[in-house]
């Protein structure tokens, strides 16, 4: 990484990083032991070091910048993911007749890379569809149903990740 790199590294991300491998790892082990207590803090100081002389502690690494939108985002892909597992389930009980694969190209109006995974992962999440490549802004789905498809192209998931950016 050049010096210009260096000199812009956040300090909030570094404390990101240590809250959230704090967090996880009191909620796996919930001890508090004195000497568990030490070992888990010397282990999470391990990580952050390796973590700064790897230098992948950026805006991608911890993206802070998603904290204020990703619980309403969280939700709403929750009840997505319930809607189409009752779709999904409806497809298995009406039997072959109810299931046409389809596989298509759709365009993603994302503006940085971290918002693309987070679209293709969340298609992916979704019962019934998957995303099975992404180039530039093109995305190739895999679905049970055409009709899965053309909620994907309807745009309600694309938009809802763009504003996970504002």
């Not at 190209?105 to 490549?133: E, H, M, W």
């Not at 679905?143 to 938009?159: F, N, S, V, Y």
Request: charged share 20%; net charge negative.
């Amino acid at each position: 990484m050049t010096q210009e790199n260096n000199n812009s590294f956040v300090p909030s991300h570094k404390l990101s990083l240590l809250l959230t491998l704090a967090l996880f790892w009191w909620i796996n082990s919930n001890y508090s032991n004195p000497l568990l207590l030490s070992l888990g803090a010397a282990s999470i100081m391990l990580v952050l070091y390796i973590s700064q002389k790897m230098d992948v502690i950026d805006h991608e690494s911890q993206p802070i910048h998603l904290s204020t939108s990703l619980p309403g985002y969280t939700l709403w892909l929750s009840k997505e993911v319930i809607l189409s597992n009752i779709s999904v389930v409806k497809r298995i009980w009406l039997g072959n007749s109810s299931i046409a694969p389809t596989l298509t190209t759709i365009d993603t109006r994302q503006r940085t890379d971290i918002n693309k995974v987070i679209y293709a992962n969340s298609i992916t999440l979704t019962p019934g569809t998957v995303a099975i490549d992404l180039v530039d802004d093109q995305l190739t789905v895999h679905a049970l149903h055409k009709a899965d498809i053309d909620t994907l192209k309807a745009g309600e998931m694309d938009r809802r990740v763009r504003e996970l950016e504002k």
